[in-house]
């Protein structure tokens, strides 16, 4: 009887801790398939939407010859760059990051981090020259403009400089078992990990290095030429200018306080944009080379990582759009025309519309 008695209390204990554990296996697929799908659709609204979109502005700007200019030289680096992103960060982050397993050798694994990272590098350089080239076409406009040799050249520097920057953080990564790495939860799979260094110091230096090269430096140069545009802009415009501004009508004013505020509005959202999309993904890998991750990074590698690198990859869809669209501005509506040299053109025009309507009025008061 009383082994019996035990043997139904075991089985009643048994059957209790099982149910416990079932439920917190449901409550813990439920929620990694939760987060897992929504990674997944996140990823494909920006495949989707960043592949068509830059696919879009690549034909118009190569079916056009009005957008075939060497400034679009650096556009259409961008657009390529961020193709690539879509075509290989894209799929293969979330991939790696949600089966947590890396099965395709090391060769696919440094060739894809060698495409991201590269196209990053080059991206943000190219932002910088498109900052640089359209702060020179706006704030000395009698500058001799850029030919298609010496926007070649410039892509060609761009290309060789990130790619050779790019060697020693291709080089580190290696095929690694999860059971070596130092984590709090080990894990039994392979994986496609940065730990060729050697020792600390040499990754710290890189990364100090790549933060301030692919982060600050293009940051600098992209503020520094869209506040002064901004200035420019703010400066030169007509209802600003008190000898002409009341030759102006009511809806002309608007019309030129509507455009002046939709470039103040772009300009300031490609710094937004450049701030918001890549500040994530800098932090994350600037704390994982001074190892400032603490435990919860440790605990969670791969979640922090895909929520920074789905920031990273939303400026695939946004770069195209606020480009071109500023990008056909220019074409359009001679944005460089607010500068000096335009101004005054501008201003004669104006003062011609004056003096004429002064004749008409003279006209009809003496009729």
């Not at 359209?134 to 704030?139: A, Q, S, T």
């Not at 400089?161 to 080990?186: A, E, K, W």
Request: glycine share 2%; hydrophobic share 50%; proline share 3%.
């Amino acid at each position: 009887i009383k082994t019996a008695h035990y043997n139904v209390s075991f089985f009643k204990v048994i059957n209790c801790i099982n149910t416990k554990i079932i439920i917190i296996i449901i409550i813990i697929i439920i929620k990694y398939f939760v987060v897992k799908v929504t990674f997944l659709l996140i990823y494909a609204t920006i495949f989707v939407f960043g592949l068509f979109g830059n696919f879009g502005v690549l034909i118009k700007v190569l079916r056009h010859r009005r957008h075939r200019s060497p400034q679009n030289y650096f556009l259409l680096n961008l657009i390529v760059t961020d193709i690539l992103l879509c075509l290989a960060a894209v799929p293969a982050t979330p991939l790696y990051g949600l089966t947590r397993n890396w099965n395709y050798g090391i060769l696919v694994c440094r060739s894809v981090n060698f495409i991201n990272s590269l196209a990053v590098f080059v991206s943000s350089w190219c932002l910088a020259t498109i900052a640089l080239d359209k702060y020179l076409h706006i704030i000395k406009p009698t500058r001799a403009t850029m030919n298609f040799k010496s926007g070649a050249y410039i892509t060609l520097a761009i290309w060789t400089s990130c790619s050779v920057i790019n060697v020693p953080f291709v080089m580190s990564y290696q095929i690694v078992d999860g059971r070596s790495m130092n984590l709090s939860t080990p894990l039994c799979e392979t994986f496609c990990e940065e730990v060729n260094w050697g020792s600390v110091f040499p990754r710290r230096l890189y990364g100090a290095a790549v933060v301030v090269l692919q982060f600050v430096i293009p940051l600098i140069i992209i503020t520094f030429c869209y506040a002064r545009i901004l200035r420019k802009v703010s400066n030169d415009m007509i209802v600003h200018n008190e000898k002409f501004s009341d030759c102006l009508t009511a809806e002309q004013r608007i019309c030129a306080l509507n455009r002046k505020n939709k470039v103040y509005y772009i300009l300031i959202s490609m710094v937004v944009t450049f701030v918001a999309s890549w500040t994530p993904i800098t932090l994350v890998n600037a704390a994982k080379d001074f190892q400032f991750d603490g435990d919860f990074m440790n605990s969670q590698p791969y979640f922090i990582p895909l929520c920074s690198h789905v920031f990273a990859m939303a400026s695939i869809i946004v770069n195209p759009i606020l480009l071109f669209w500023l990008t056909k501005r220019v074409q359009k509506s001679k944005l460089s025309r607010i500068s000096s040299l335009g101004f005054n053109s501008i201003m004669s025009r104006v003062s011609f519309l004056c003096r004429r309507a002064s004749v008409r009025n003279f006209d009809r008061t003496f009729r």
